[in-house]
């Protein structure tokens, strides 16, 4: 059994019963704002030291700092080159599939981390899927056989998407690439994760570290993984 560590920067709050702070409702429209939804209001960041105010007109100054902060991030994690794979977007069945978001916001991150990081589209769908927020799958399983290797990068591999739910999409990635010394899956990153049980600071990279565990010699869609 191997286990693969995630590391994120944003836990956005899903349990409706919990009693809302300010800072839950900034989180989630952090998530709106990566995600590309409407934001509905306003919230703020800090930048130098700086307080700053977002809302829908200048969201897009926001998701432009989404980047470099998460290369900073993978680099305090990880010590050395390594080359990420992101995790492809519902529809992407082709490394050249258009609004192939996480390929964008991989190499983004590449840019930002001065040519330690780089780039490979990996991973793409057989068909297009349905997007699990819309009632589609979460199984890893499903993503086992519905993910396409389209080429294997060289190690050690890190794994990317914007956010991360159920964890679904990264272990089946994981139980896909992790199979050869020489290329191991060394990272799991993204930008937010859901939480159902509230952070002292549910923003900044301090506390959001989770364990993926999943076999690194998968034997097939009936082998366990969770994420914790």
């Known amino acids: 059994m191997a286990t693969l560590k995630l590391i994120s920067l944003c836990a956005y709050l899903t349990d409706s019963e919990a009693e809302w702070r300010a800072e839950d409702h900034r989180a989630t429209k952090m998530i709106k704002a990566i995600k590309g939804d409407p934001i509905k209001g306003w919230f703020h960041s800090y930048v130098g030291g700086q307080r700053r105010v977002y809302d829908q007109n200048n969201v897009q100054d926001f998701v432009s700092r989404i980047p470099p902060a998460l290369a900073k991030n993978i680099l305090r994690h990880h010590d050395g080159e390594a080359t990420i794979v992101p995790i492809p977007n519902s529809h992407v069945t082709s490394a050249t599939t258009p609004d192939f978001k996480t390929l964008d916001l991989a190499r983004e ?92 600071e549910p923003i900044g990279s301090g506390q959001k570290i989770s364990t993926l565990h999943g076999a690194a010699n998968h034997g097939g869609p009936h082998s366990q993984s969770r994420l914790l």
């Not at 050690?156 to 020489?182: E, F, K, Q």
């Not at 990272?187 to 509230?198: D, H, V």
């Open 109 to 200: 991150i590449a840019r930002k981390s001065g040519g330690i990081l780089k780039v490979a589209p990996a991973l793409v769908f057989r068909e297009v899927q349905k997007k699990s927020r819309e009632g589609g799958p979460r199984d890893p399983s499903h993503f086992e056989t519905a993910y396409k290797v389209v080429e294997r990068p060289k190690g050690p591999i890190i794994l990317l998407d914007d956010v991360c739910t159920t964890g679904g999409h990264l272990v089946a990635a994981h139980w896909l690439l992790h199979r050869h010394p020489s290329r191991p899956v060394v990272l799991a990153c993204t930008f937010g994760r859901t939480t159902k049980q509230q952070h002292d």
